[in-house]
């Protein structure tokens, strides 16, 4: 019975990483631009002029970068999995 519910917990924590990984590495990869638009509205308010960000977050750099955290979260989902699944065997 312990030994259940602890292998149960063990594999709930990466697969909720997982899911969470997933969502942004589908947002990034897929949306970039949707992604910089709504950080950029989000960010527009009275203290924007003290964002250092906020000009970076124009910038095509920017959405590359999401491309770039989207692939490596992705990459990071595949580790996962591909570690639960030798772990189950």
Do not use: H
């Amino acid at each position: 019975m312990v030994t259940e519910l602890t292998t149960d917990r063990q594999i709930a924590i990466p697969l909720a990483a997982c899911l969470a990984l997933l969502i942004f590495a589908v947002l990034f990869l897929r949306w970039p631009e949707a992604v910089q638009q709504y950080a950029l509205r989000t960010s527009d308010n009275r203290f924007s002029k003290f964002n250092p960000f906020l000009n970076w977050m124009k910038t095509r750099q920017y959405v590359w970068m999401l491309r770039t955290l989207g692939t490596l979260a992705l990459s990071a989902v595949v580790v996962i999995v591909v570690a639960l699944i030798r772990a189950a065997k």
